[in-house]
């Protein structure tokens, strides 16, 4: 389980790199506090890249547990 978080945690990271340092500065020129530029600025650019890999983390996740790897029992 660890393994997820840690790869879930590079997904968040590499979309927050992601986002282009003009996208910080331009919200600074425009006077946001640092949480306004990462909540209206930041944040929906990097979910936008973070979704993908999220997904695809997400369905390994749900492929490897028990109960979806079960075969329904036979009638």
């Given at each position: 389980?660890?393994f997820?978080a840690a790869?879930?945690?590079?997904?968040y990271?590499?979309?927050?790199?992601?986002i282009h340092?003009?996208?910080?500065?331009?919200?600074?020129?425009?006077?946001?506090?640092?949480?306004?530029?990462?909540?209206q600025?930041?944040?929906?650019?990097?979910?936008?890249?973070?979704?993908?890999?999220?997904?695809?983390?997400?369905v390994?996740?749900?492929?490897?547990t028990?109960c979806?790897?079960?075969?329904p029992?036979?009638t």
């Amino acid at each position: 389980m660890a393994f997820y978080a840690a790869y879930l945690s590079e997904i968040y990271r590499s979309a927050t790199s992601g986002i282009h340092g003009g996208q910080q500065e331009a919200a600074e020129a425009l006077g946001l506090s640092r949480r306004a530029t990462f909540a209206q600025v930041i944040f929906p650019q990097a979910l936008r890249l973070a979704l993908p890999g999220t997904n695809t983390m997400l369905v390994d996740l749900l492929k490897s547990t028990r109960c979806s790897s079960q075969s329904p029992p036979a009638t």
